[in-house]
T-cell receptor, first 113, second 116 residues
């Protein structure tokens, strides 16, 4: 079974802090994704990566950056956290082949105070 | 314009009732894929089914069935004889080619509550 592991289940940070959310997958997937989930809005794509050191913006990249130094690890960075970034963050991975489903981690519920 | 519409925000049924979750999508791609995911209270999204745009055959898996109709751009999901464990948020998603990889566009989800 595919395992996508997010480093924290719950995280509380303060406004202005630099925040790192880590995601690791164990199935050698090429694609990795970061979403945020908010009530009534479903999942919105922040960034995705289809290869090491490659990244592409999703629908809501503002205020975020990402890093993919190794194939199995994809990090989401909030450069200067703000209260409107309080949300559930979900990481996913998939094979490069276009019709393969994405596999999700358990999510990180991030609160910015 | 929203690409994936799940008009039902919340549905509540009594155990053993059948329930259908609606999903309407829009795309200009001729090749695309549709997915359903389940998100139980624990939070992890669980993949349920994938359909490609060339395969309109309905599918049944146990108590779950899916009705894909290209003519109405719909991909509806029916749970037969619902159970309390079916309570979850269900997401429909569309995969099109954007940029360098296919991305998933999710609907806003339908919260299903099955009452004992």
């Amino acid at each position: 079974d595919v395992k996508v592991t997010q480093s924290s289940r719950y995280l509380v940070k303060r406004t202005g802090e630099k925040v790192f959310l880590e995601c690791v997958q164990d199935m050698d997937h090429e694609n990795m994704f970061w979403y945020r989930q908010d009530p009534g809005l479903g999942l919105r794509l922040i960034y995705f990566s289809y290869d090491v050191k490659m990244k592409e913006k999703g629908d809501i990249p503002e205020g975020y950056s990402v890093s993919r130094e190794k194939k199995e690890r994809f990090s989401l960075i909030l450069e200067s956290a703000s209260t409107n970034q309080t949300s559930m963050y979900l990481c996913a991975s998939s094979l490069l082949v276009s019709n393969q489903p994405q596999h999700f981690g358990d999510g990180t519920r991030l609160s910015i105070l | 314009a929203q690409k994936v519409t799940q008009a039902q925000t919340e549905i509540s049924v009594v155990e053993k009732e059948d329930v259908t979750l609606d999903c309407v999508y829009e795309t200009r791609d001729t090749t695309y894929y549709l997915f359903w995911y389940k998100q139980p209270p624990s939070g992890e999204l669980v993949f349920l089914i994938r359909r490609n745009s060339f395969d309109e055959q309905n599918e049944i898996s146990g108590r779950y069935s899916w009705n894909f109709q290209k003519s109405t751009s719909s991909f509806n999901f029916t749970i037969t004889a619902s159970q309390v464990v079916d309570s979850a948020v269900y997401f429909c998603a569309l995969s099109e080619r954007q940029g360098s990889a296919r991305q998933l566009t999710f609907g806003s989800g339908t919260q299903l509550t099955v009452l004992p």
